[in-house]
Nanobody
Framework: QVQLVESGGGSVQTGGSLRLSCVAS???????MGWFRQAPGKEREGVAR???????YYADSVKGRFTISLDNAKNTLYLEMASLKPEDTAMYYC????????????????????WGQGTQVTVSS
């Protein structure tokens, strides 16, 4: 059974930093893993994703500020967030697709199969 468990969310001021973690279990390797976020009243959007090869992709809104990484030895996905802005406030979800059912990882339209329960990030001005 695939499980994704996020942690690391919290409240910070503008310009602050946070690191989100997602411990994965129930599979050996995913085609693609990523982070999504959803603010109240808005659609869920992709933030960053990473292939098994290590290639990573980012939404324009977070490029240069967020870094996604994958520690295969620990089965853990990370999202390092710096220079946080109030518009980054959202529930952040870890997600994964074990195969190509959600499309190719490099495609902005990639949509995962499995989701974590989410961790809240709040950035105050």
């Amino acid at each position: 059974q695939v499980q994704l468990v996020e942690s690391g969310g919290g409240s910070v001021q503008t310009g602050g930093s946070l690191r989100l973690s997602c411990v994965a279990s129930g599979f050996a390797m995913a085609h693609c893993m990523g982070w999504f976020r959803q603010a109240p009243g808005k659609e869920r959007e992709g933030v960053a994703r990473i292939r098994a090869s290590g290639a990573s992709y980012y939404a324009d809104s977070v490029k240069g500020r967020f870094t996604i990484s994958l520690d295969n030895a620990k089965n853990t996905l990370y999202l390092e967030m710096a220079s946080l802005k109030p518009e980054d406030t959202a529930m952040y979800y870890c997600a994964a697709a074990l195969n190509l059912s959600g499309g190719y990882c490099y495609a902005p339209s990639w949509w995962p199969t499995y989701w974590g329960q989410g961790t809240q990030v709040t950035v105050s001005s």
